[in-house]
Nanobody, 125 residues
Framework: QLVLVESGGGLVQPGGSLRLSCKVSGDTLDDYAIGWFRQAPGKERLGVSC????????NYPDSVKGRFTVSRDNAKNMAYLQMNNLKPDDSAVYYCAARTWSPLATSCPWEYHYYGQGTQVTVSS
């Protein structure tokens, strides 16, 4: 059973930065694509980034492109989401997610099987 634990959330002022971390246990991360999602109160969960098994390909929606950067360290079973120039609309609970994925894939998925418990990000002055 794969277990994902997020950390690094908190309160930040508009324009500030946060780095979220995702610790994965229960299997080697080499076999999994990683996604990051967020959900604000009363809204649906939305994907904000994904990354292939080797980190060779990433993808972002327009709402965060140029501000968010996803990365991973398979040797440490860790994934990260660097968030810069944060805006109040970025406030949400952020989740990391994983699913088995071909290491030969040239794109990352937006549907996942395993999710962490989430970490709150609040952007406010």
């Amino acid at each position: 059973q794969l277990v994902l634990v997020e950390s690094g959330g908190g309160l930040v002022q508009p324009g500030g930065s946060l780095r979220l971390s995702c610790k994965v246990s229960g299997d080697t991360l080499d076999d999994y694509a990683i996604g990051w999602f967020r959900q604000a109160p009363g809204k649906e969960r939305l994907g904000v980034s994904c990354i292939t098994n080797t980190g060779s390909m990433t993808n972002y929606p327009d709402s965060v492109k140029g501000r968010f950067t996803v990365s991973r360290d398979n040797a440490k079973n860790m994934a990260y989401l660097q968030m810069n120039n944060l805006k109040p609309d970025d406030s949400a609970v952020y989740y990391c997610a994983a699913r088995t994925w071909s290491p030969l894939a040239t794109s990352c998925p937006w549907e996942y099987h395993y999710y962490g418990q989430g970490t709150q990000v609040t952007v406010s002055s």
